[in-house]
């Protein structure tokens, strides 16, 4: 039953949000622009409830056409010193500014304000049964790993605490993670991993 109330209260959170939501991308986009001039969003593909794909929308914090760099373990490479990212995208991935056009997402019906974090649409075949338990929720915005660690960890212990927010789902701790969530953002922690264990591996333009 809280799941379907839930999506009624992040429908409607979104809705309101979106005149807010138009004035910070109306001056995010600016900012880009003056930046290098390229688009304004970068289009994710990840995966959904119930492993289905979907864009997922996203402020652009890199340079067009930047390499995608992950570490051994199939984690986005971050770090405060990736020549990759833009001066704008620096104080966005420190804010998270670019995830609100996830609001976006959210009215759709591909995301929720509070969820696992969706990971790259490539990435599914590679989660163990325990680890699809994720895939029974909408994706979030931020989530409980995210409240905890936001990208101080690798990818399995990711998953394990996505499946752990699963399997405790409730009202009371979407609240208790809202309020951790924005104290982590304020303090600025875990915005990236620590370099000595992110291995580095190129892949495929983005």
């Known amino acids: 039953m809280y799941k379907w109330i839930k999506r009624f209260f992040d429908f409607m959170l979104a809705l309101i949000a979106m005149p807010f939501l138009g004035i910070i991308l109306l001056v995010s986009a600016i900012c880009i622009k003056c930046d290098d001039g390229g688009p304004v969003f970068y289009m994710a593909d990840r995966t959904g409830k119930d492993g289905k794909p979907f864009k997922m929308f996203k402020l652009r914090s890199m340079k067009v056409n930047a ?7 199939g984690s986005t490479y971050n770090s405060a010193n990736d020549s990759r990212v833009t001066r704008f995208g620096k104080f966005a991935r420190k804010t998270s500014l670019d995830e609100l056009p996830q609001l ?3 009215l759709k019906g591909d995301m929720s304000f509070i969820g696992p974090r969706p990971d790259s649409a490539s990435y599914i075949d590679k989660y163990t049964d325990e680890e699809r338990k994720m895939l029974q929720v909408r994706p979030g915005i931020t989530g409980y790993n995210q409240a905890i660690n936001r ?9 394990k605490n996505d499946v752990y927010y699963v399997e ?3 009202f009371l701790f979407d609240i208790k993670i809202l309020f951790m969530t924005v104290k982590t953002v ?10 000595d264990t992110a291995v580095k591996s190129e892949c495929v333009k983005k």
């Open 67 to 73: 390499p995608d760099i992950r570490t051994e373990d």
């Open 104 to 106: 976006i997402n959210i």
């Open 151 to 159: 990208n101080a960890v690798g990818t399995k212990e990711k998953l």
């Open 168 to 170: 405790h789902i409730s």
């Open 186 to 195: 304020l303090s600025k922690q875990n915005v990236y991993r620590e370099e």
